[in-house]
């Protein structure tokens, strides 16, 4: 059974990147009908904040993706402090006492002789009297995760196949600040065993975390961290996804208007995006697909390419034109024009790159309506045109086939007056659609006019 986890933390609003993370996560539990969870990472309590909670719960229920369970660390200390317990009794989690500037200038020796900048380990050596000086110093720990330079890290990425990583060429990851508050790295990996998730699906920027929390999971795992039932007994599948760049680049730069708020205001639909956030970075065409069971099915990790996913906007108002042009009356009804009604809908959805241009639209049937002037010629064919209207099943075909016949007009000679005439404009919806609609009356009425 699949458990799968989407964990944003909640400091922003959700943008493509991460909807993409969470639609991955929701089809690969959906696949298999597995388990779905929502984890907000809000141990940062300073950063972390209400409205965003309330807003990823909103983007996501508008982009359809249902979770089946919702977790938040900041609910679950205890269980980061019993498993740091554990682990410091130990041996896998030690005290540190260096001042951020005092690593930087570590790191700057290091760099300036060639060496990576690794963690040296210096507060490893501290006898417990110089702790404990540090400590009367009123200097608070801050504590790192000892990783076991032995133990070779290993795992099958889903994605990028075997990785391999030595520990020795890894910091040793501060785990806990100063103040007590947790980094991310140890609460996800404690998560990840509580919540039984069985695969982890996340952005390549993850990767080297990964390395790391492989280690948690086995120091916990060793130190017999306390599994309730639902505890997962080992390691998670873990799959990094390649990440999304614009068409000049990084994203990050433009996050903000890639949000899940700022696509609904643009009126583009959440099918739209899910079709292109589902395939995207794939071998998998990019399709309309309007079916999100089929999209489910279809999707596969194996497919997934190494190079970073290119996220083109305009892709993305192509899927949502086709979307829209799918899409049925009952699923749009509450987002048109009054007095819209479903013949109306079908006559001006093949019209619309977005729902909310059916108003314009559908102001043609309704009026009032600009004519342009019309050349005497023109006039006398609409003229011909209201003597010959026949309101019958298709009045459109009717009338055009028997203004063909009497004035010998074809083509754009023959229609574009008249659906000058009848409408204002020169294109637009299907006429045989539209002047049932206009309605018998309307529509001589609007003849007439044009030959004034
Ligand atoms: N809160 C982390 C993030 O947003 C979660 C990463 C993970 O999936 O483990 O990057």
Redesign the pocket.
């Given at each position: 059974m699949t458990t799968t986890?989407f964990?944003?933390?909640p400091t922003g609003r959700l943008h493509v990147g991460?909807i993409r993370?969470a639609l991955h996560n929701w089809m690969l539990a959906r696949q298999t009908g597995g388990t779905f969870i929502l984890r907000i990472?809000d141990t940062d309590a300073e950063r972390s904040r209400e409205d965003y909670v309330e807003a990823i719960r909103a983007d996501l229920t508008w982009l359809g993706l249902t979770w089946d369970r919702e977790e938040r660390q900041s609910a679950r200390l205890d269980r980061y402090q019993a498993a740091f317990d554990q682990l410091r009794s130990a041996g896998r989690i030690y005290p540190c006492y260096e001042t951020a500037q005092e690593l930087d200038v570590k790191r700057k020796i290091q760099l300036s002789r060639g060496l990576p900048p690794i963690y040296d380990r210096a507060a490893l050596k501290l006898t417990d009297a110089e702790r404990a000086a540090k400590e009367a110093e009123g200097t608070q720990a801050h504590w790192r995760f000892l990783l076991d330079h032995d133990e070779p890290i290993t795992w099958q990425d889903g994605i990028r196949g075997i990785q391999k990583f030595d520990a020795a060429q890894l910091s040793d990851p501060v785990i806990r600040r100063a103040d007590r508050s947790w980094l991310?790295m140890m609460p996800?990996a404690i998560d990840d065993i509580d919540m039984g998730i069985t695969q982890?699906l996340?952005?390549e920027d993850?990767v080297s975390?990964t390395a790391v929390q492989i280690q948690i999971f086995t120091a916990l795992f060793a130190a017999d961290y306390a599994a309730s039932d639902s505890a997962a007994k080992t390691i998670p599948a873990f799959a990094h996804e390649a990440l999304l760049v614009g068409r000049e680049g990084k994203l990050s730069k433009r996050l903000g208007s890639l949000s899940c708020d700022a696509f609904r205001e643009r009126g583009i639909e959440p099918e739209a995006i899910i079709a292109l956030l589902a395939r995207l970075g794939t071998s998998q065409p990019v399709e309309p697909v309007a079916d999100r069971a089929a999209l489910t099915a279809s999707f596969d990790l194996a497919t997934f390419g190494r190079a970073p996913a290119k996220f083109d906007e305009e892709d993305l108002e192509r899927l949502n034109a086709g979307i829209v042009h799918q899409l049925s009356f009952e699923a749009v009804a509450s987002r048109l024009p009054a007095g819209m009604d479903a013949a109306g809908w079908h006559a001006v959805r093949p019209n619309l790159a977005h729902i909310g241009e059916a108003a314009e639209w559908w102001r043609l049937v309704t009026g009032p309506i600009e004519q342009p002037a019309f050349s005497q010629e023109d006039k006398a064919f609409l003229a011909e045109a209201g003597a010959k209207l026949v309101w019958g099943d298709d009045p459109w075909a009717a009338l055009t086939s028997a203004l063909k016949e009497s004035t010998g007009r074809k083509g754009r000679t023959l229609f574009l007056p008249l659906r000058q005439a009848l409408t204002g404009m020169d294109h637009g919806p299907d006429m045989g659609e539209l002047l049932p609609l206009i309605g018998e009356a309307e529509a001589r009425a609007r003849l007439a006019r044009a030959t004034t």
């Open positions: 986890r964990a944003p933390s991460n993370t990472d991310y996800s982890v996340r952005g993850h975390n």
